[in-house]
C-alpha cells in the first residue's frame, strides 16, 4: 500500500474526493479543510494499492493538483486493515509489479544527476577496477562493480526513450558523458604515479588472465549486458529493489574503464581498445534491454487498467 497526499485548492476538493472514492483501489479516505497553508487549500489524504496509483495520479493530475497543489506519495510497510485488503483484491495486478510511472520518472532523473557524489562513486569504482586489473584479483573487480553507480543514468535514458522525454535523456547522456571521462583521466594519474613508483606494476598485465573478461568483448558480453539491464528495470520499476546488487556484479562497465587506462600506461593498446568496446557494448546493451522492458511493463500495465473492474459510486 502507499499512503497519499494531495492539496487542492477549495474548488478542486470535492472532485479530487470523487476520483478516490471511484477507484477500488481507494481506502482510507480523509478530508482536513482548509488546513493547508502554502499553498493555500484542503488536504486530503488516501490509503491507495500500488497498482492503483498511476491510474489515481494520472486522475488527480488531470484536476492541475500537481500545479495548483500538490501530490505525495509514501511507501506503507504494514497496513493493519480489511479496508485496505479489500483494496488491494479489487485493484488490477499484483502490487510488486505495478509500476509507479510518476515515482519512475523521479527517481531516474534523481539518480542521474552528474553531481559530486555520482562523480565520486563513479571514480572510486574506476580506481578499484584498476587496482583489480593490475593485482588480477576478481574479487577487487566485482567490488568495482557494485560501487559503480552507472546504472542511475542509464536507467534514465531508456526511461527518456520510452516515455519521450528528452530531457531524461540528455541527462542520463550527460552524466555519462561527463562523469566517465573525469573517472578514467583521474584513474590514468593514479596508475601512472602508482607505475612510477613501483606501487603499481602495469608490466605484468599480460600475465593477468583472471580479469581477461573485462577486455574479451563478443556475443557473451552483449547477452550479459542484456540480462542486467533487464533485470535492473524489472528491479527498479518494482518493490524487489534489493535485487540491483545482484545487477551491479553482472556488468562489466566501469571494469572495461579501468581496464583501458591500465592496458594504456602498460603500452597494450590493442586490449585498451578491447575494454573501450567492451564499455560501450555494455552501454547500449543495458539501455536497450532496459527499455524493451520498460516498454513490455507499460503495455501490460495498460493492458490491465483496461480490464479492470467497474469502479464504485
Known amino acids: 500500500m502507499l499512503h497519499l497526499r494531495a492539496v487542492c485548492p477549495p474548488d478542486r476538493t470535492d472532485e479530487a474526493i470523487r476520483v478516490l472514492r471511484a477507484h477500488t483501489g481507494t481506502a482510507h ?28 495520479i494520472e486522475s488527480l493530475c488531470g484536476l492541475d493538483l500537481d500545479h495548483t497543489g500538490g501530490i505525495t506519495l509514501e511507501a ?36 542521474s544527476r552528474l553531481t559530486w557524489t555520482f562523480q565520486a562513486f563513479l571514480t572510486i569504482a574506476c580506481l578499484l577496477a584498476s587496482v583489480g586489473v593490475i593485482t588480477n584479483s576478481s574479487v577487487t573487480i ?23 522525454r528528452g530531457d531524461l535523456v540528455k541527462q542520463g547522456a550527460v552524466a555519462l558523458l561527463g562523469g566517465f571521462p573525469i573517472a578514467m583521466v583521474i584513474t590514468l594519474g593514479v596508475v601512472l604515479v602508482g607505475n612510477a613508483t613501483g606501487v603499481l606494476e602495469v608490466s605484468k598485465l599480460a600475465d593477468n588472465h583472471e580479469v581477461d573478461f573485462v577486455y574479451q568483448v563478443g556475443i557473451a558480453s552483449l547477452i550479459v549486458a542484456l540480462l542486467a539491464g ?26 572495461a574503464a579501468g581496464y583501458a587506462v ?15 568496446g567492451q564499455l560501450l557494448v555494455n552501454l547500449i546493451g543495458i539501455v536497450a534491454a532496459a527499455a524493451i522492458v520498460l516498454t513490455l511493463r507499460r503495455r501490460g500495465q495498460r ?9 464504485r459510486g
Not at 480523509?30 to 489524504?45: C, Y
Not at 480489511?82 to 515515482?103: H, L, M, R, S, Y
Not at 493492458?303 to 469502479?311: A, D, K, N
Open 76 to 111: 506503507l510497510d504494514t497496513a493493519v486493515s480489511d479496508a485496505a485488503d479489500k483494496a488491494e483484491e479489487a485493484a488490477p495486478g499484483e502490487g510488486a509489479d505495478a509500476v509507479v510511472w510518476q515515482e519512475l520518472v523521479g527517481r531516474s532523473g534523481e539518480e
Open 230 to 255: 533487464a533485470a535492473g528495470m524489472l528491479s527498479m520499476t518494482s518493490a524487489k529493489s534489493a535485487a540491483l546488487v545482484g545487477v551491479f556484479i553482472s556488468v562489466t562497465t566501469v571494469p
Open 262 to 276: 591500465v592496458a594504456a600506461v602498460a603500452g597494450q593498446w590493442e586490449r585498451c581498445l578491447y575494454s573501450a
Open 29 to 56: 479516505l480523509v478530508v482536513h479543510r482548509g488546513v493547508a497553508v502554502a499553498p493555500e487549500g484542503d488536504l486530503i489524504e488516501a490509503d491507495i494499492a500500488r497498482e492503483a496509483a498511476d491510474e489515481i
Open 303 to 311: 493492458s490491465r487498467v483496461t480490464e479492470r473492474p467497474l469502479s
Open 142 to 164: 566485482v567490488g568495482a562493480m557494485v560501487v559503480g553507480p552507472e546504472f542511475g543514468p542509464l536507467a534514465a535514458i531508456a526511461v527518456g526513450l520510452v516515455l519521450r
